[in-house]
């Protein structure tokens, strides 16, 4: 763990290093605010956290469509291996985690945004869930909350807060018993990201789909609003009867407990010219399929190139999955298919 003047400021950034030193991980603290020196070889820098402060740039909200109103980050970089990451070719330089120290600056920005987003706020359909703050677009913060602590301290935040807003997270990840007793009044909806059997191989470094099966039903337990990231879809052999079996294990995870509020949102996998190569780099010989001429090329609202599955590919897929998660968990709200 690298720690920076700045984040030794804050008392997270100092319970971030002793809980390191705890672990018995090594702690080097660095005599200035830049980082320098940084690994180059990918599995080093994945293994490499920089504990750091925010800058007011990175604490500025930006809009998040489809999933929330609005963004806010926790930290940058994730732990898990996975050969799709769509983090690749959006995060600059070695794939290190960069986590904030300066937590109370960042959700010091969050009340201006309150009623002001265009995906939650002023949406007819979705407009309960209050004005939605997404803190894993750029990480998995369950992965790293036994060093941070910030995902605990962002809930209990939104649990105090009376107002009309929801924290929301998706996780790869299982060790959910610290979020159990939190008091999160209902205001942070937890999503696991899952997928068909076949895709795991993909997700190296990650616990297994029963792991998080078993977390989901935890936190459903326990109160919280929870949620199914699908993602990303892909035709993996027998693809239609893959994620059915999916949903129905979702269903078995969840039987039993009451009132649970289960949201679902179907996520296709693509990729940009970027990103793949990120990938090949990071992960050769990977059996993921990266064909464009299996693809569709479309341009994105930036102006990039991203290829998707060609069109007639993903009607197909979009009625063969949605009809299964109707029958399958009927009580789920479809948020959004991409």
Same mark, same amino acid.
């Given at each position: 763990?690298?720690?920076?003047?700045?984040?030794?400021?804050?008392?997270?950034?100092? *319970?971030?290093?002793?809980?390191? *030193?705890?672990?018995?991980?090594?702690?080097?603290?660095?005599?200035?605010?830049?980082?320098?020196?940084?690994?180059?070889?990918?599995?080093?820098?994945? $293994?490499?956290? *920089?504990?750091?402060?925010?800058?007011?740039?990175?604490?500025?909200?930006?809009?998040?469509?489809?999933?929330?109103?609005?963004?806010?980050? &926790?930290?940058?970089?994730?732990? #898990?291996?996975?050969?799709?990451?769509?983090? %690749?070719?959006?995060?600059?330089?070695?794939? !290190?985690?960069?986590?904030?120290?300066? &937590?109370?600056?960042?959700?010091?920005?969050?009340?201006?945004? =309150?009623?002001?987003?265009? !995906? $939650?706020?002023?949406?007819?359909?979705?407009? *309960? +869930?209050?004005?939605?703050? +997404?803190?894993?677009?750029?990480?998995?913060? &369950?992965?790293?909350?036994?060093?941070?602590?910030?995902?605990?301290?962002?809930?209990?935040?939104?649990?105090?807060?009376?107002?009309? =807003?929801?924290?929301?997270?998706?996780?790869?990840?299982?060790?959910?018993?610290?979020?159990?007793?939190?008091?999160?009044?209902?205001?942070?909806?937890?999503?696991?990201?899952?997928?068909?059997?076949?895709?795991?191989?993909?997700?190296?470094?990650?616990?297994?789909?029963?792991?998080?099966?078993? #977390?989901?039903?935890? =936190?459903?337990? %326990?109160?919280?609003?929870?949620?199914?990231?699908? #993602?990303? !879809?892909?035709?993996?052999?027998?693809?239609?009867?893959?994620?059915?079996?999916?949903?129905?294990?979702?269903?078995?995870?969840?039987?039993?407990?009451?009132?649970?509020?289960?949201?679902?949102?179907? !996520?296709?996998?693509?990729?940009?010219?970027?990103?793949?190569? =990120?990938?090949?780099?990071?992960?050769?010989?990977?059996?993921?399929?990266?064909?464009?001429?299996?693809?569709?090329?479309?341009?994105?609202?930036?102006?990039?190139? @991203?290829?998707?599955?060609? @069109?007639?590919?993903?009607?197909?897929?979009?009625?063969?999955?949605?009809?299964?998660?109707?029958?399958?968990?009927? %009580?789920?709200? &479809?948020?959004?298919?991409?």
């Amino acid at each position: 763990m690298l720690v920076t003047p700045s984040a030794l400021a804050w008392p997270s950034g100092v *319970a971030a290093l002793e809980r390191a *030193a705890a672990l018995g991980a090594e702690v080097i603290r660095l005599p200035a605010d830049r980082l320098s020196g940084l690994p180059d070889a990918y599995r080093d820098a994945k $293994t490499t956290m *920089a504990v750091v402060t925010a800058s007011p740039s990175r604490r500025r909200l930006q809009a998040i469509p489809p999933s929330a109103d609005w963004r806010f980050d &926790l930290a940058e970089g994730c732990p #898990a291996h996975c050969s799709y990451c769509y983090l %690749a070719g959006s995060l600059a330089g070695p794939p !290190i985690i960069r986590a904030y120290a300066n &937590l109370p600056e960042i959700l010091a920005e969050l009340p201006a945004a =309150v009623g002001q987003g265009r !995906i $939650t706020s002023l949406s007819p359909n979705r407009a *309960a +869930e209050g004005t939605t703050f +997404e803190c894993s677009c750029y990480t998995d913060p &369950l992965a790293i909350e036994h060093l941070t602590g910030s995902l605990a301290a962002s809930i209990s935040h939104f649990g105090a807060w009376d107002a009309a =807003v929801q924290l929301r997270f998706t996780t790869k990840f299982d060790a959910v018993g610290p979020l159990l007793d939190l008091q999160h009044n209902r205001r942070t909806r937890i999503r696991f990201s899952v997928n068909a059997q076949a895709a795991e191989r993909h997700e190296g470094g990650a616990p297994r789909m029963a792991a998080r099966l078993a #977390a989901l039903r935890a =936190v459903a337990g %326990a109160g919280y609003p929870v949620g199914l990231t699908v #993602a990303p !879809i892909m035709r993996v052999p027998d693809w239609a009867a893959a994620y059915e079996r999916l949903f129905a294990e979702v269903a078995l995870a969840l039987d039993g407990i009451a009132d649970v509020d289960l949201t679902a949102e179907l !996520i296709t996998h693509r990729f940009t010219p970027k990103s793949k190569e =990120v990938l090949a780099g990071w992960y050769p010989g990977s059996p993921l399929e990266m064909d464009e001429a299996q693809r569709a090329r479309k341009m994105t609202k930036f102006g990039s190139v @991203k290829w998707v599955f060609p @069109k007639e590919q993903m009607a197909e897929m979009r009625a063969t999955l949605q009809a299964a998660l109707a029958r399958r968990l009927p %009580a789920a709200r &479809l948020l959004y298919w991409t």
